[in-house]
């Protein structure tokens, strides 16, 4: 297995709300992965769904107007995570933020959000991942947002 190498030049840094962070944080401990290491598999994943793209283009082409690039302003946390990327997936990232005419780090962004609300795609990150059922995670609906709840340690 040959390892492709990372340039500099291939870092992306997004900003998540604190629910996002949160979110990533317990599924990379059920899966015992780094946050970086989750987000990266998790856009490399997201970027080859063709249903998820062809929803991030729908909702691009409804909510152009309403689409905002925050810079962190006012009493909203906002915490910082760094990709390196390697150079197939940052140029195939490029290409797809090119041809819905987002920003890279935007769209990066939006993917891993799609996928953290998939509940299909983390039950399957978990079924190949998870070694400890005692960390697995329960995705949980309220009010239309998505938590993931740890099952506890059942096990002792």
């Known amino acids: 297995m040959v390892e492709e190498t990372v340039l500099k030049n291939n870092r992306v840094n997004l900003?998540?709300?604190?629910?996002?962070?949160?979110?990533?944080?317990?599924?990379?401990?059920?899966?015992?992965?780094?946050?970086?290491?989750?987000?990266?598999?998790?856009l490399d994943r997201g970027m080859?769904?063709?249903?998820?793209?062809?929803?991030?283009?729908?909702?691009?082409?409804?909510?152009?107007?309403?689409?905002?690039?925050?810079?962190?302003?006012?009493?909203?946390k906002i915490n910082r995570v760094n990709l390196?990327?390697?150079?197939k997936q940052f140029m195939n990232l490029k290409r797809l933020s090119i041809k819905l005419n987002i920003r890279h780090t935007k769209l990066a962004a939006l993917i891993i959000e799609k996928c953290l609300s998939n509940v299909q795609l983390i039950n399957d990150l978990q079924n190949e991942y998870c070694t400890q059922k005692a960390y697995r995670i329960v995705p949980i609906n309220k009010n239309g947002e998505l938590t993931f709840t740890l099952i506890g340690r059942d096990d002792l």
């Open 15 to 42: 900003s998540l709300t604190n629910r996002q962070d949160s979110n990533l944080k317990r599924l990379a401990i059920s899966i015992n992965m780094k946050p970086s290491s989750l987000a990266v598999s998790l």
């Open 48 to 76: 080859y769904d063709k249903k998820m793209i062809k929803e991030l283009e729908q909702e691009r082409h409804i909510y152009s107007t309403q689409m905002i690039v925050s810079k962190g302003g006012g009493n909203k």
């Open 84 to 87: 390196s990327l390697t150079d």
